[in-house]
């Protein structure tokens, strides 16, 4: 069975601060997406990550993947109230195409 | 370029009915998959269309059934509602068959009730 595994599941942190999400999945997937969502919206696209050792940034979020340990990390630099969101990581289902399979999410409240 | 559009946006169902919900794709795209999301739950694969096929399918029972148009745009409907299918419904649009463009779009969402 495909798993897609993020921690922490919930994050408060304080503005200014810097952190780490992670992203660990069972398949032999080379592709990694990392996608955001705000209370009662839809996902918005972050990073699509297409090979082992993909790095991309954008404003205060990088992202890499790592596919022989198959781990993804989301990293956070000097938080700001922003950036306070649910954070999913997911994966390519096998034989569906290009389906996705996501993680359960990671809530990250910034706090000042 | 127009993005991904879901009607409605919100709807109210009791347990037993039938429910259709509507998704058009962003322009440019063939591939539709929609997706189940619970509340605090990440969102689940129901199937997705590509071609006005099915091209796959997740851990969803036969009630769950779906449509594809020539136009890219598609129906999931959904018979015999059940309590536990009060979700977020999540339409997602790409375009298969570009190698490593798989940036999957998605729409508002419908907000399921059932009571």
């Known amino acids: 069975e495909l798993k897609v595994e993020q921690n922490p599941l919930f994050l408060s942190m304080q503005e200014g601060k810097n952190y780490t999400i992670y992203c660990n999945y069972s398949t032999t997937s080379d592709r990694l997406y990392w996608y955001r969502q705000d209370p009662g919206k839809s996902l918005e696209s972050l990073f699509v990550l297409l090979s082992n050792g993909a790095v991309k940034q954008e404003g205060r979020l990088m992202a890499s993947l790592d596919t022989k340990a198959r781990l993804s990390t989301l990293h956070i630099t000097a938080a700001v109230h922003d950036l306070s969101a649910t954070y999913f990581c997911?994966?390519?289902?096998?034989?569906?195409?290009?389906?996705?399979?996501f993680g359960k999410g990671t809530s990250l409240l910034v706090t000042p | 370029e127009t993005g991904v559009t879901q009607s409605p946006t919100h709807l109210i169902k009791t347990r037993g009915q039938q429910v259709t919900l509507r998704c058009s794709s962003q322009?440019?795209?063939?591939?539709v998959s929609w997706y189940q999301q619970a509340l605090g739950q990440g969102p689940q694969f129901i199937f997705q269309?590509?071609?006005?096929?099915?091209?796959g399918r997740g851990n969803f029972p036969p009630r769950f059934s779906g449509l594809q148009f020539p136009n890219y745009s598609s129906e999931l409907n959904v018979n015999a509602l059940e309590l536990d299918d009060s979700a977020l419904y999540l339409c997602?649009?790409?375009?298969?068959?570009?190698?490593?463009?798989?940036?999957?779009?998605f729409g508002p969402g419908t907000r399921l009730t059932v009571l």
């Open positions: 997602a649009s790409s375009s298969m068959g570009l190698a490593g463009q798989n940036e999957q779009f």
């Open positions: 997911a994966v390519d289902i096998e034989n569906s195409g290009y389906a996705l399979n």
């Open positions: 322009s440019g795209h063939n591939t």
């Open positions: 269309y590509y071609r006005e096929e099915e091209n």
